[in-house]
């Protein structure tokens, strides 16, 4: 009755109605259609003791979530647009993910800062590159590996990921650290300093993110370049816009491109104390395959596809309290088809 009622009210907006009445609509569920930072057998907000099985709430969230939204109830599936490009529309969530790392559980009873850094440096080189851990889950990770060589093989252009989180590697820069003032609250000085620990041991700075699977990435990057995909990724999940090179021991991968969210804040939310140019600058400085960032306003994104180049136009919104679709700015990148890199 919760999740029922929660999609009656969204859906009762006049404009995501207009939306779907005017736009074919291919619809891919992140965590928030089930509990914050799902994976296949539970969730960071799902406690078993009081909300009962997960595997019954799962199950839930994914029939209302088919109630409200009338498409395919198959849980990832591939759509072809001509030649142009095949869409792969995955699941990064429910199928086949498994439990996110926590740096805060890796330091978990440790309180002297040697045996802190000891742990994070043990978890950096050893559980953190399992080779067989899983973020899609084997079945649909062979599923996924097969259609980019068919679709290459009909002649397709584009091979486009429409999924959920990040793929693009990113950790905390530095400058981020040195920029905090002394007087922040507890409990995100206790995160900032995990964070500058992880760092130092060379983990990034999301583990809910692709990031958090590296052996899955690289398997996934090697069927790309097996397969001589012309790979774009799309993304969202984390609030922000960001534009990405993604590359594959030393050699390049494709493009990513992710939106910011339409109306949800992001790390403004709880860096506003540092300047969003300054947080974005430090970013990208910071991250080599990190092209550009907006880490504060609203908006969407628009990607364009033709059989030469694929164009992405972050367009950001003026506001969001009023109704209007006025733009206070927008920002472009693009790739040539076949340079799997942007001006390469």
Do not use: C
């Amino acid at each position: 009755a919760d999740y029922r009622l929660r999609y009656a009210t969204y859906r009762a907006d006049p404009d995501l109605q207009r939306i779907h009445q005017v736009m074919p609509m291919i619809m891919v569920w992140d965590d928030h259609e089930s509990a914050n930072d799902s994976w296949k057998d539970g969730a960071q907000n799902h406690q078993s003791d009081t909300e009962g099985d997960w595997a019954t709430r799962k199950a839930i969230a994914k029939r209302v979530y088919r109630e409200w939204m009338p498409i395919s109830d198959e849980p990832y599936a591939a759509y072809d647009v001509g030649d142009l490009a095949t869409l792969f529309r995955i699941d990064t969530r429910l199928e086949g993910r498994e439990e996110q790392f926590s740096v805060e559980k890796v330091l978990k009873g440790e309180a002297d800062p040697e045996a802190m850094a000891a742990s994070l440096n043990a978890f950096a080189n050893g559980d953190y590159l399992d080779p067989e851990r899983q973020m899609l889950g084997a079945v649909q990770e062979e599923w996924l590996a097969e259609g980019l060589t068919a679709s290459r093989a009909r002649g397709i252009t584009w091979q486009v990921l429409v999924q959920q989180v990040l793929i693009g590697k990113q950790k905390a820069p530095a400058a981020l650290f040195a920029a905090m003032p002394d007087n922040l609250p507890d409990y995100l000085r206790r995160r900032l300093d995990a964070g500058k620990m992880a760092r130092a041991a060379g983990l990034p700075s999301n583990m809910d993110a692709w990031d958090g699977y590296p052996a899955a990435r690289d398997r996934l990057f090697a069927a790309s370049l097996e397969a001589d995909a012309n790979l774009l990724v799309l993304a969202g999940d984390t609030h922000n816009a960001w534009n990405f090179d993604l590359a594959h021991e030393g050699q390049k991968v494709g493009v990513e491109f992710a939106t910011s969210s339409v109306s949800s804040p992001g790390l403004e939310s709880y860096l506003g104390m540092v300047p969003p140019q300054v947080l974005a600058g430090a970013l990208v400085a910071e991250n080599e395959e990190l092209l550009w960032a907006d880490t504060s306003q609203r908006g969407y994104m628009v990607l364009d596809l033709t059989p030469s180049a694929a164009t992405s136009e972050w367009r950001f919104l003026a506001g969001i309290k009023q109704r209007s679709t006025q733009l206070a700015a927008t920002h472009s990148a693009s790739v040539d088809a076949g340079a799997k890199a942007q001006g390469g």
